[in-house]
């Protein structure tokens, strides 16, 4: 049973809308954690969180928001989408040490016109 | 700041051939290492990892060997199968102590033909 659900799974928006991209983790993990994929990039890290209500900038924030309203809620803003904002979005949920395995969700296909 | 390189963006073998995949990575202190890997339609996973007590982590006949000396970790099996296809990244975790955020390098496709 899938632990990291992601919503939703593709997602066509135009410039200048605003788009949510909203994950569940069922892990009970504190931190969550929001990644863009790129090739020749591999994936970076945009906004992480260590429990609800907290949210920090990860390496590539700009042009994104992200809020944590639950344990099990990570969502990720896109305020003013740009073409440049078209990629595979990853959540993923895991404990807060640095020998912590991460578990990614399914990914979300996003496409700005 | 913290780099993981991984030159080979494409390999191509076939069933039972010898898989070594190159990592380097760049960081200071003794990080925890790991290996994921991507099947098409899914998010990474991991395959194995390798702290500063170990040294060498295994998985699924996969091995990576932590090389302080020459910062590299790289990945190797000895027979592949035509199910190892997927994409395999190479990343940096924290240090002991810290928060554990993931540098990932650029990714090795790997094809195995039948």
């Known amino acids: 049973e899938a632990a990291v659900t992601q919503s939703p799974r593709n997602k066509v928006a135009v410039t200048g809308g605003k788009v949510t991209l909203s994950c569940n983790q069922t892990?009970?993990?504190?931190?969550m954690y929001w990644y863009r994929q790129d090739t020749g990039h591999g994936l970076r890290l945009i906004h992480y969180?260590?429990?609800?209500?907290?949210?920090e900038k990860g390496d590539i924030p700009d042009g994104y928001k992200a809020s944590r309203p639950s344990q099990e809620n990570f969502s990720l803003i896109l305020e003013l989408a740009t073409p440049s904002q078209t990629s595979v979005y990853f959540c993923?949920?895991?404990?807060?040490?640095?020998?912590?395995?991460?578990?990614f969700g399914p990914g979300t296909r996003l496409l700005v016109l | 700041g913290n780099s993981v390189t991984q030159m080979q963006g494409q390999v191509t073998l076939s069933e039972e051939e010898f898989l070594f995949i190159n990592c380097t990575y760049s960081?200071?202190?003794?990080?925890?290492l790991f290996w994921y890997v991507q099947y098409p339609g899914e998010g990474p996973q991991l395959l194995l990892k390798?702290?500063?007590?170990?040294n060498k982590g295994s998985s699924r006949g996969f091995e990576a060997t932590y090389d302080k000396g020459t910062t590299s970790f790289h990945l190797q099996k000895a027979s592949v199968q035509e199910s190892d296809s997927a994409v395999y990244y190479c990343?940096?975790?924290?240090?002991?102590?810290?928060?554990?955020?993931?540098?990932f390098g650029a990714g090795t496709r790997l094809a195995v033909c039948p």
């Open positions: 993923a949920s895991g404990d807060a040490g640095a020998q912590d395995t991460q578990y």
């Open positions: 892990n009970n993990h504190n931190n």
């Open positions: 969180s260590y429990g609800a209500g907290s949210t």
């Open positions: 960081t200071t202190g003794y990080p925890t």
């Open positions: 390798v702290t500063t007590a170990n």
């Open positions: 990343v940096l975790g924290g240090v002991s102590g810290s928060f554990n955020k993931l540098t």
